[in-house]
T-cell receptor
Framework: GIQVEQSPPDLILQEGANSTLRCNFS?????LQWFHQNPWGQLINLFY???GTKQNGRLSATTVATERYSLLYISSSQTTDSGVYFC?????????????FGKGTKLSVKP | EPEVTQTPSHQVTQMGQEVILRCVPI?????FYWYRQILGQKVEFLVS????????KSEIFDDQFSVERPDGSNFTLKIRSTKLEDSAMYFC?????????????FGPGTRLLVL
């Protein structure tokens, strides 16, 4: 089945810094979503982005489907951005409609 | 904005007991999912449900698990005889038509602890 790899596994930032999180996937995808898991364990939808670029406030994401990767950018990070960021994908060939998650990037933003 | 809700937020149970986790998907959504996340690990698919029947299930979803839509709003996951290894966060999700090319919206999760 499709493999999803996220990097880096851990990231520590000072408040105000910018960061880029990467998601590589092993096959073509028809669905790609980014999530933020907050310290309470809740999964927050950030983006649905199987291709192209989207922005929402300080967050933006770009997926280059032909090269099988997606990037999540966080600008001017805040302590509330701390948590784990997951990339999840689905495709017709393997996972059907079910999302396959990566292992996540754990982000810690220090004040 | 409509959202998926789940109850309870936390549940503690004894090994061998039955538990029912409840979800209310977004009202006009037709496709429902359960995922789980063992502490410190990645989120894994359990089962998808459409038109009152299971659409797909993973290897994790064995005979101890069942799903049901008992009425027009609720979607439940039952674990018949819980094991220690069932301790995890369980997420319900829904999507409007079940197409791959649409957003799955996740609920806040139920944290299950089996003692």
């Amino acid at each position: 089945g499709i493999q999803v790899e996220q990097s880096p596994p851990d990231l520590i930032l000072q408040e105000g810094a910018n960061s880029t999180l990467r998601c590589n996937f092993s096959d073509s995808v028809n669905n790609l979503q980014w999530f933020h898991q907050n310290p309470w364990g809740q999964l927050i939808n950030l983006f649905y982005i199987p291709s192209g670029t989207k922005q929402n406030g300080r967050l933006s994401a770009t997926t280059v489907a032909t090269e099988r990767y997606s990037l999540l950018y966080i600008s001017s990070s805040q302590t509330t951005d701390s948590g784990v960021y997951f990339c999840a994908v689905a495709n017709y060939g393997g996972s059907q409609g079910n999302l396959i998650f990566g292992k996540g990037t754990k982000l810690s933003v220090k004040p | 904005e409509p959202e998926v809700t789940q109850t309870p937020s936390h549940q503690v149970t004894q090994m061998g007991q039955e538990v029912i986790l409840r979800c209310v998907p977004i009202s006009n959504h037709l496709y429902f999912y359960w995922y789980r996340q063992i502490l410190g690990q990645k989120v894994e698919f359990l089962v998808s449900f459409y038109n009152n029947e299971i659409s797909e299930k993973s290897e994790i979803f064995d005979d101890q698990f069942s799903v049901e839509r008992p009425d027009g709003s609720n979607f439940t996951l039952k674990i018949r005889s819980t094991k220690l290894e069932d301790s995890a966060m369980y997420f319900c999700a829904s999507s409007e038509y079940g197409g791959i090319q649409e957003t799955q919206y996740f609920g806040p999760g139920t944290r299950l602890l089996v003692l």
